[in-house]
C-alpha cells in the first residue's frame, strides 16, 4: 500500500461513501427503524412505509409514505398480505422516488401480517430496478404464532428472496431461546429489534468504515448477492484475557447460527472484526482459523478495523449466506408461484391469491426430484397484463374480493365436542381437534 | 404354564371405533386362515386410548364371545394391537466386535450386536414394543441379510424401535387380563396392518401402508423389504364427525350417518348447490344441510391429516424411495375419493389395500376395517413359526409382558 510517486490523482481522492437508506415496512418495521435511530446510527437516512396511518403518524421517521390510502383508507392490511401488496402497487410512484438515489437500500419488515409480508417484496423489486442493492432485514414469526402466519411469512420470504439482492432472517423463535422465558413481552420485542440494530450496525461498519485489513461495499456485494440466497448474521462481543477464545465459543453457540449448523453450510462467510487498540496478530489468528474450518469450502471474505472507542472489547459481526442450487429453485418455481428466474431483471410475480390458503406447503428442504419445465418467456405488457389481473383489477374489485378472503373471526371458543376432556393433540402447537375448516379459515357461505 | 403348540391364532384389537377379535389357524397345508370374527362397538375408547376402563371389558368380553362361537374354539390368550399418539419409533444401530480367533460370525455374535442395538437411552417411562431388525453392516459393508458365516471383525445392525409410554401400554393389557385371558405379545397396530397388507414385492419396492382409523391414523413406510419409519398420529374419523357435527349443527350421531352416506374427500362440481335433507326419529324430514359444505369440511381435515403425514415422511427423505406407492386401509378409507385426494398430496400412486396371502371368510378379508386384526393373526403365525424353527420346549416366554408387569 505504498502509492508510487507519480500516482494519478484517483488513487489520492478518498472513496465516495455509498449512500445507505433504510426502510421500515409495517408495524414490526417501523418500530425496528424507529430503534435504529434513537440508537444513533450515523451515516444512514431512514424511511417507514406503512399502511396504517395511525401508526405512521405516531412514528417518528423523517421520510414517511402512506400505502393504500384509497384502498385501505389508512387503517391497515389487516394481515392480508395482498392487500399489502395491492397497497403498495397503489403508491408505487411515491415508493420509487423514496429509493431513488441510494446504492443500499435496507428492507427491514416483520413478516406474517399484511403490510410488511406485501408490500416489502414490492418496495424490494422497486429499489433494485432503480440500481440499489438491495438488503432485506426480515423477522420471521415465532412458533407460537398461528400457522396461517407461519404460511404467510415464508411466502413472503420466497418474494423477499426473489425481489431483493440478499436476505437477512431473524427467527423470532431463536431470538426467544436467547432469553427467559419469562421476560416481559416488551422487553423481548426490545431484544428483537436491539440484534437488528446490531446487524445493520454491523453492516453499516462493514461497507463505511476504513479498516486495516479492508472489507467494502463491493466486498458485501459478492457475498451477499445471489438469487435465492438465504443470508443469516450474528454478532458477538468478549472482553479480557482470552477474548479470542470466549468469542469463539459465543458464535458457535449463537442461536442464531444454529449452534453454528449454518455456518458450515455456508457458501460465502463476511467476517468483520473489530477491537481497541491493543488487538493482536494472534487474536485475528486465532478466530479466523476456527471460522475457516467451521465453514470448509465457504468463500471466506475477512475485514479488520481497530476502534479506539472499543477499549478492551473485541466484537466479530459475520454475515453467513448459503446460495441455494438453481435446480431448488426451479422446483419451487414450479410448484408455489410462477417465478422468472432466467431473466435477471426479473418481475417479482404476485402469487396467486390461492397459495396463500392452507393448500401451501413450504417444501424448501426436499431435494430436486422431479423435472419441472421452466416457466414461460412473457413479454411486458403481456406481463403487466398478469400482474394487474392478480392484483384483482381496479381497486374496486379488489376491495370486495379482498373483503370476502376475510376469514372467520374467531370469536367464540370453539367447543371441542367428543375431544372435550380429553388430551389434546398437539401439533406444531395447533391444537388439533379443533376443527381444520376453522384453523384454516374456510369460509362456508 | 405349558401351552404345545397352540391350534389356534387370536388377534385382537381394542380401536376407538370397534373392538374386534379374529381367530384363525393353520390349515393342514400351512397357509394361515381365518376361522372366526367378532366385534362389539367400542364405548370406552377415545383416540386410540382406553377412557372407561369397565366399558372396555364389556366390549372386549362380548367380541370374544361372538368369535368363540364362530370359530367353535375357546380363546385363551390374544395377540393384542396397541396404539396411541404416544407411540414413536425410530432407527438405531447396535455394534459389536467379532473376538472369535477365525473371525468368522456365528449366531451369538448375532444375538449380542441385536442386544446391543436394544441398549438405547430411552425416557425412563417409555417401554420398547418391538425392536425390528433392518440390515446387517459387516466391516462397514452395507446391505447383509444375514452375516451367519462371513468372516469381519465388526459387525453391525440397524434396527427399528418402536416404543411407548409404559403405563398407556398397560391399560389395555390389565383390561384383557382382567377377563383371564392371557397376552401372548403386543403389536403395534400399524405394523399389523402393513403385515397383512402388504405382499413381499410390495415390501420390496417400497411402500407406505396408512390405517386411516376412528381415533387414531397410523403409518408404516417399508423399504427394501424392511421396515424404516412408523408412527402414529391422533386425528381419525372421530376428528372429521366431531367437524361435521361442529360445522352443520347437528349431533354426533346423525354428523356420522351423514358422512357415511354423503360424504367425500373432494369436493367436485356435481356436489355445488346440492342439498341433502334427513329426518327424525318420527321419519318426518327435519333439516336440510349443504352437500358442498359436508364434503368441504371432510375435504380440509382429510387434507391436513394427509399433509402431517407426508411432511413427517418427506423430512426423513423416503418419500423418493416408495416406489410401489401408498396402501390405504381402516374404517377412513371408504370414504370416496380419499385415494385421489391423498395422490394429489403425496405425488404416489395411492390404492386401496387388500389382504394378501390369507385365506378364509371371504367377507371378513374384503373389509378395510379389519386389517388390523388379521394382521394380528399374521403376525402371531409369524412367532409360532419362530418358535417351531428354534426347536423349544414349547415353553412361551412372555418376556415382554413379564418385564411390562413386573415393572409394577
Redesign the interface.
Known sequence: MSTEPNASIEAAQPKKAPAIRVVGVGGAGLNAVGHMMRAGLSGLSFAGAHSDARLLAQSTLPDQVLLGARLTRGLGAGGDPDIGRAAAEEDAERLRQLCGGCDLLVVVAGLGGGTGSGAGPVIAQLARESGALVLALVALPFDFESQRRQQQAQLALRHFKTASDAVICLPNQKVAQLMDENTALTDAFRITNDMLVQGVRGILHLVTREGLINVDFADLCRVVRGRQAESYFATAEARGESRARELLERLVSHPLLENGRLLSEADAVLVSLTGGPSLTLKEIRQVMEQINRACEGAQVVMGAAVDPALGDALTITLVATKRNPPEETREEAGSTSRMEFDNPASEYNAAKAESSH??D?S?G???A??FVPPAPDLSRERVEELLLKQGGGSPRQRKKAARMRQGILPLEV??????AK?EP?V?RGED??T????R?C?A?N | MFDPSPSIIVGLEVGTSKVCAVVGEFSPGGVLSVIGLGQARSRGVRKGEIVDGTAVGEDIRTAIAEAEQMADAEIRSVFLGVSGAHIRGFNNRGRHSIVSADREICDDDVLDVVKNAKAINLPTDHHVIHVVRQHFLVDGQEDILNPVGMLGANLEVDVHVVHGITNRLQNPIRAVKSLQLEVEDIVFNGMASSLAVLSTGDKELGSLVIDLGAGVTEYVVYCDGIIKHTGALAVGGDHVTNDLAYGLKVSMGRAEDLKIAHGAAQVDETAKGRMVSFNNEHNLPERSINLEHLRRIMCVRMEEIFGIIAEEIGNTGLLDYLRAGIFLCGGGSRMPGVAKLAERIFGLPVSLASTKSVSGLVSTLAQPEFATAIGLVKFGSFQQDRQRNRGGLGFRLKRTIGQLLNRD
Open positions: 392452507g393448500s406447503r417444501s428442504e426436499r431435494p426430484s422431479r370453539v367447543p371441542k365436542g367428543r375431544f380429553i393433540t401439533h388439533l381437534d376443527p381444520t375448516y376453522i384454516r374456510v362456508l
